[in-house]
Nanobody, 127 residues
Framework: QVQLVESGGGLVQAGGSLRLSCAAS????????MGWFRQAPGKEREFVAA????????RYVDSVKGRFTISRDNAKSMVYLQMISLKPEDTAVYYC????????????????????WGQGTQVTVSS
């Protein structure tokens, strides 16, 4: 199992920036990919971005392309989500998640591809 702890959320004005961090511990050697999801009030949890634990392959939901960047530091077992040009519609609780199933990249945008989840961090973007 992998334990995940997110940090870096907060209140920011529209157009501002935030960087979310996710610290992974436990069986990190078993991680295949890491993802970020978000859930706004009254809405379902949705995929935001993912990155393979090895290599540089990434994927983003269309609504954040060009504004969000996912990255990782394997030596520190950290994953980051740099967010710029934030919009009020980006307001949500952001969760990081670990996928420990090899060769699952084709389904990396689906919640059920992930085995471990953090507790989430709130991001609020004011207009």
């Amino acid at each position: 199992q992998v334990q995940l702890v997110e940090s870096g959320g907060g209140l920011v004005q529209a157009g501002g920036s935030l960087r979310l961090s996710c610290a992974a511990s436990g069986r990190t050697f078993s991680i295949y990919a890491m993802g970020w999801f978000r859930q706004a009030p009254g809405k379902e949890r949705e995929f935001v971005a993912a990155i393979k634990w090895s290599g540089s392959t990434t994927r983003y939901v269309d609504s954040v392309k060009g504004r969000f960047t996912i990255s990782r530091d394997n030596a520190k077992s950290m994953v980051y989500l740099q967010m710029i040009s934030l919009k009020p519609e980006d307001t949500a609780v952001y969760y990081c998640a670990a996928d420990r199933r090899p060769y699952s990249w084709g389904r990396i945008g689906y919640l059920d591809s992930y085995d471990d989840w953090g507790q989430g961090t709130q991001v609020t973007v004011s207009s």
